[in-house]
């Protein structure tokens, strides 16, 4: 069973960038694509991009393509989302899950852009 924590969040002016990481502890997690969520204020969760298990693609919503980069270090079991460009609407808490399991949720990590 893999467990992951999220970290990295803060509080940043528009422009700016963050790097959040998710760091797995147990379980094979070089063998898991890892997704970035995001749930912002009075939204659902939504997808943000995810990362296949060897980090040989990446994928990503529309709505942060070009913007956000995702990059995993299986020899430190953590996986990356780097986030540049930071908009108001990019304020909201930043989950990582394993791809397509049911895993709960973490608490996450809040990023807040100040405009």
């Known amino acids: 069973q893999v467990d992951l924590v999220e970290s990295g969040g803060g509080l940043v002016q528009a422009g700016g960038s963050l790097r959040l990481s998710c760091a797995a502890s147990?379980?094979?997690?070089?063998?898991?694509?890892v997704g970035w969520f995001r749930r912002a204020p009075g939204q659902e969760r939504n997808f943000v991009g995810a990362i296949t298990d060897d980090g040989g693609k990446t994928y990503f919503a529309a709505s942060v393509k070009d913007q956000f980069t995702i990059s995993r270090d299986n020899a430190k079991n953590t996986v990356f989302l780097q986030m540049n460009s930071l908009k108001p609407e990019d304020t909201a808490v930043y989950f990582c899950?394993?791809?397509?399991?049911?895993?709960?949720w973490g608490q996450g990590t809040q990023v807040t852009v100040s405009s």
């Open positions: 899950n394993i791809v397509g399991s049911n895993k709960p």
């Open positions: 147990g379980g094979a997690f070089s063998t898991y694509a």
